[in-house]
């Protein structure tokens, strides 16, 4: 999937932006609602280590999905949990590849 540099979520466009690395904490994803931004990193350090390793497309996908859904939980006062969040991005992720959904 190629992850879009623009998304509309609700009524707002966010910007994606692409940083080498977004902290040293390990985030790999961040979104702000404020800013309609959401910031995604091409690398993380590896967990045994701590080699810079590209991230794989898959975690790039996963990370996507998870920054759009806080996004809506903000929007949209849900108030999902981070474990919500982590298990309808992985959730999403696999029935739309598995049954290669298009939606347009
Ligand atoms: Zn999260």
Known sequence: MRIPD??????????VEWRDELDAAGNIGLSSVSLNKIYMARRTKDSVGGVVVEMPEP??????????????????????????????????????????????
């Open 6 to 15: 623009r998304i509309k979520i609700g009524c707002n466009e966010f910007t």
């Open 59 to 104: 975690v790039l996908v996963d990370t996507f999905l998870h920054e759009v859904l806080h996004s809506l939980s903000c929007l949209y006062g849900l108030k999902l949990k981070e474990r919500q969040i982590e298990g309808l991005a992985g959730g999403l992720m696999q029935v739309i590849r598995d049954n290669a959904l298009d939606f347009r």
